[in-house]
């Protein structure tokens, strides 16, 4: 369990020195995490290794929203005053994420298809 925490702090403290290298445009901890994937794939971590961490930190995960939750009661007033911004936002961004991840599925289902239909030949 140690050489596991070890592990996923390793990854997350490289990932946090990655941002900030680049000034911050990709949050450290998305940073580590992709690492740690792009390790995981090349077999230089094996996963065994992190299973049982990464268990316990999935299956607790609703304690780590907590400090999330404390901060949007924080700025209660804030959002209170901006919702339908905050709403229209939220609503238009999930449909252009909806819309355009349905296109690209449809491409690579065409292109996909096409490219194996005619390897079948």
């Known amino acids: 369990m140690i050489k596991g925490i070890s592990i996923i702090l390793l990854f997350y403290l490289l990932g946090n020195a990655i941002s900030h290298l680049i000034g911050g445009f990709v949050p450290g901890s998305v940073c580590g995490m992709l690492l740690l994937f792009a390790a995981l794939c090349a077999r230089w971590v094996k996963p065994e290794s992190v299973r049982g961490v990464s268990l316990a930190l999935t299956q607790n995960m609703a304690v780590l929203f ?9 700025y209660y ?20 994420v909806l819309i355009s991840v349905g296109a ?17 030949k």
């Open 77 to 96: 007033g804030l959002i209170a005053q901006h919702w339908v911004a905050i709403v229209t936002i939220t609503v238009v961004c999930t449909l252009l």
């Open 66 to 74: 907590v400090p999330a939750g404390v901060g949007i009661m924080a």
């Open 104 to 120: 690209i599925a449809q491409y690579l289902d065409k292109n996909f298809n096409n490219k194996k239909s005619t390897s079948d």
